[in-house]
């Protein structure tokens, strides 16, 4: 089961103004083949599907505890897309064209199906699917793919960093880098024991520091890049099995925090005449206040 | 943010002998257009996108406490599937073929792709998708997509529990009926709030008691169909200016419990050998072990 | 503009007992690649997208009054799938899985979301996509790929009618070999004059006439092999510049008639209550003929 | 069956100048999954589908007589598509390049798959998929299904008029929420029948007046937001069962009209010869007219 | 079994400037229903499933043979794109945004999941699928198939030419415009063969002559749209039996050479280091180096 | 360039009984995500895209060598299916239903598309995708992602030689696993050298021989564990810098030979009229012989 805070990992700044084509392609690290939801799906199904659970407890536990951190993931990535569109269109009446600024932008659906949110669909507009999860039941592949996985998600991530200079999304590029690399380094030390075989020498891939990405250094500061969270109040703790001894990038002692991160509060979003979102106008909303008020 | 426990919703009954069809139909309930992976990310991308989450709390409340119901969902699904599959194929040398009864069944996906377990598709093997997201950002537009999503669900559940037989299939959706029943009152419930039409009025729909599944009767009986949880700690608390009064099919008092229920043990998968899942043999598990627990 | 008749192109015989696994196979000539819905809409979309349409007058009129005979092979196709269907499964409580003989049938789309009745997919649950229609703009192009088209539709009837000897499916394809075959001619022939190819010679591909299937002779016998309709009251007379002359197979004239055959009634199909359709009770059913009663 | 006639529900204005991007975001009126493919599919399949037609004749009677209308629709928004390429390009040898405008346009297939028309796709140029036809046997659930459809594809045509100010776009699109706010009342009186809920005191969704559109208001002044045309020559007459009383936006009296409305010509193509469309040349025309008036 | 060169079919100028939108739609020649993709895998896999290969065996040396050529127009259009990508982006910090000229490129795959090359996808970024394969086994349906592939090709070709005046797109397709215009008229002459009928008579279609290219007229000059090869040390000579007599377009005679042509040296593409691409520094290149020469 | 040899890597039994869900279970190791259309297409367009082919060029050469036997493995898993289609059908009048054997089978496709040969699709009948192609232009990210293709594949090809003990299957199977094995150790060096981590000591994944399958002992025995091919008279020789030193599985020289192995001839398949395939009657043939002779 899983439980829900209303709170996400970090704090976006919420910006005067959005860029429509950067939300586009942020989109990619949402509902890409290496994006969110697949990092997110991946670990779950493998969890739900992992055999002999007992007996190998701290694998199961690694992979059920990061899929919960995955969600919050896909929450981020989700609030950066949504803050991305601020200001791109202008409220007005429908003969004005309040929306035509979308009209040559990269994503149509932000204009279209949603009030210029997120989608579970990548930089092209094409939706996420099932086709990328992978889950073999084989442990050492299983563990194999999802550190191809996470090198995968963290050269896409770097990329999509590179296109655009958009504070607030590089915030949480920035922040995922670094906790993507600890999911990287800790399927790589599980891979390690596993197989003997140490991988985690292979990193970082690509090849370029994590601290060299101006928006990440105040999360390896915080020494955010050496943490594992359980991600549950009392579950998932033999994840210390795996995650322990030094982080080889810095030499740092590695470490596991039961719970959660603090987190930071959920921004608001305006609401979007030009969109009808969400579509409740003073009259209706007093009528509304009313009812919900009622036989409390 | 997301947090999770080691136990799901309800216990299920681990069989002697599954069936390969049966778990193959049952993937409609998990990977179908119908399927909780489409209610779980409905509502959860509406959560996200929600405009104006202060002012209109209750309804955010809502969309975002049955997010974190919906993964349960998930992963019930996912383990009843899982174990459907026990007892279909035996263990042996390659060359007897052991995984020879997979080769008429409906699913090949789940002898060739998986170890027999769930993948995020559908009864006929094709990937859940995106495209089943609807967020329109129009609140009342969004509250009767659900409501109708809710109705769709319940239909595929009900037709497939006329399909099998098998038990633990049965408890499965015995659960979910009850649940989603919840669910599709709470939004209309909301719809109601929001346009003043009495939208319940039209439940059920099919037009079949869930008491009429005796599979059901259990959740019934323990007053499943009056509770909606807030899957969380502190937040969410406002679905009780929707959820109150009292529940039209049974005259009860509908009731908002803080946190989640108690749910019950993941059952644990056996080895499958033939499926090289998890691959871990004895000498191999010896030396792992023996690492993870190094410098402990 | 379209208009609709409630009658079909030809009767369908009712059949005591269906076969699920024959309906499925027969999806093939609805949603397939090759199928009427590709017809449907090949024919629709370049019709729509013609220019110079007054200049090239009778190829317009082809094109266009062929697309509203597809529509009634569409509908041709749903109905003998729908009836194929018939006796299938039986009514009764949820408990003793009146669906279970849905179970191992091919489609199960068939009874999860349908209620046994039609989908536009393939044999294989495929849903049927706009990238089968091919709209060039191109006339020697649209017309050989119109041409190609037909053959290929021939081909996969023929070959379904190979795979299941029920009546009702054999009506059905009988009559579409033949009114296919005029198609393909009506096409050559068009290529004809627009290129001055013969490619009439070609036909029929494959090489096996329809007189070769016993249910395709009653057609021919009624010279249903000859004739083009115009599918209009007034409209798209020139097609009677393009098919005009005798047809190459059996020497009689080719012959335009305005308007549409008589066609037949559409079969009604029985409610089904295993699968909640129509769903409308007894008592519910009083009450809305009251309604529907009221005020007229 | 279908008849055709050879003329479209409205005249559309033939523009000097057209908008390559506005035709590539209309595509999603289209295309879309909430395009005019899918309310035509839908409710063609849900009326072959229809168990019970004569028991419950009336409900028959309005999703077969609508399925005829909304084939006009997609006729209607192909015509407009194809208009808004006007003056894209431009003729030429080759080697100037005739195309070069359509290189850093939204969607290249109308470019190179095209001649510059309209295909069965969306705005971000995917195909129509015959996912989106939800046909479940069960009367209120299709209804509930058809009503939400109608809705949905409202506020998909309110925000692609915003986006765009050509005015053979949004005549088009005037007219369509015109009609469309006909069917979604259809739907929701025919719930109401059903059910007892009066689901249209929710209208209008969104929360905007068609009468707020300038390219809506010369439709509705001709009163078409009161009547529902039985789109056939004597069939489906039983539709005045349920499109009966007074419209609750005007205060009107609703009317049936046997037959189709009078039309509007299809407003003819040039020829654009540097997509080779026709691709008949003057000789090749002569040629052909010859072929075309032998043996009359 | 296939033997590969490294070599390429002609040699193509390596532009100072690239151009990442004309990449784009070049990719639809690639990996579009009409790319180049598409005959490969049509020819190939017709190839296989030949029946009686013995008893027609021009037939299937034609199809087997042209396979062989056509992995070399994937290659080809895969270079021209690579190439077609030089300069768009600069080299830097990740936080001076090295790829932001990709923010607003049609094409966002071509910077964040490759470095800038080409993908099996179309101009719109979909990727390819078998969909496009066609294998009827019929050998006078799949060479009218094959004729008419070759045809829509073709006009894609000529399409996409007119949209860039790129010289590197424009070599790569002048070439293929010859080279296409042999395997479409090698398709003609063995359809007449097999069926009697002219078909060559038709091309060709469009109707505008390869010679009306600029970058097409070299290769008529060398007498390519004569020749075709067999892609073979030894085997394939029976083409010969089809490929005879004269070119109907310009009267010379047709020849078949065996072996391959001579080609050209294929073009290194510069390391990318905004795209980590290959993502090798100086100490790493030596260190691998030394490894490389070890135990030689 | 390619060439190609008309022979197959191995002689593959022609089987008096075929099993056509044998021949749809195999169709995963063809189309399917890890199947044989995936890895030529990686390793085909990662050739392509490589960036300093001459820097590091035995990388180069590896991916671009290995590319080359991969056509023959697809050509090897084509002709395994096409046999296995042997004799599952008759012959005879189309009132017969001469396919009726087809219509209980797992891939309707097969009967219907094809005459009984392959299809670029997977086991359940979904066409291959060039979304399984990976090409990150990251020299160690593709390596890594080679490797972790190749043990993928390795453990679909072990499951599907476990569902099915068909000898032409089988010898299919047994071949690719020891072809695969070098495959996959070849990426393990490569990796080794270009990060110096030791990934081929993990090997085998899943931790299974090849030995233990009977129909790979004999390609053992062989030594094709040894070998990498070149594939190519003359170019790809670099790969000596990688494949080389000992088989860390039996101790055994690795060894680079530069060619082809000597193969097989391809087997021919009988024509098969109920499938009108190649559909050339008697008459037809001498008259197309007569053609093919002419002029010679």
Do not use: C
């Not at 190998?56 to 919050?72: C, K, M, Q």
């Not at 981020?76 to 600024?101: E, H, K, M, Y």
């Not at 030499?251 to 959920?266: D, F, M, R, S, Y």
Request: no cysteine; hydrophobic share 40%.
């Amino acid at each position: 089961m899983f439980k829900r805070l209303d709170r996400m990992q970090i704090a976006l700044t919420i910006p005067e103004h959005g860029d429509a084509n950067a939300a586009a392609a942020v989109q990619e690290l949402l509902g890409g083949k290496f994006g969110e939801m697949s990092t997110l799906n991946n670990y779950m199904f493998q969890s739900f599907a992992f055999r002999q659970k007992k007996k190998h407890r701290p694998f199961y536990d690694l992979v059920a505890s990061i899929t919960a951190e995955e969600f919050g993931h896909v929450e981020l990535v989700n609030n950066s897309i949504n803050l991305l569109t601020r200001g791109v269109t202008f409220t007005g009446d429908p003969d004005i064209a309040p929306l035509q600024n979308g009209l040559n932008k990269r994503n149509s659906y932000q204009f279209i199906a949603t009030a210029q949110t997120a989608l579970p669909g990548d930089s092209m507009g094409r939706a996420w699917t099932g086709d990328n999860v992978f889950s073999s039941g084989n442990l050492v592949l299983d563990l194999l793919h999802n550190f191809f996985l996470e090198l995968g998600a963290r050269t896409h991530k770097m990329r999509v960093y590179e296109m655009t200079d958009h504070p607030t999304a590089r915030e949480m590029i920035g922040y995922l880098l670094v906790r993507g690399g600890t999911h990287a380094l800790a399927y790589a030390k599980a891979l390690e024991i596993a197989t003997g075989v140490d991988v985690k020498k292979m990193l970082p891939v690509p090849d370029l520091d994590n601290s060299k990405f101006d928006y990440a250094r105040p999360y390896i500061d915080q020494g955010l890049d050496n943490i594992l969270y359980t991600w549950s109040d009392y579950d998932y703790q033999e994840i210390k099995k795996i995650w322990k001894g030094t982080n080889p990038e810095n030499g740092e002692p590695l470490q596991v925090i039961q719970g959660t991160p603090k987190g930071a509060p959920i921004p608001d979003l305006d609401d979007l005449p030009e969109e009808f979102a969400p579509g409740i106008d003073q009259d209706d909303y007093e009528r509304i206040a009313k009812k919900l008020m009622e036989n409390m």
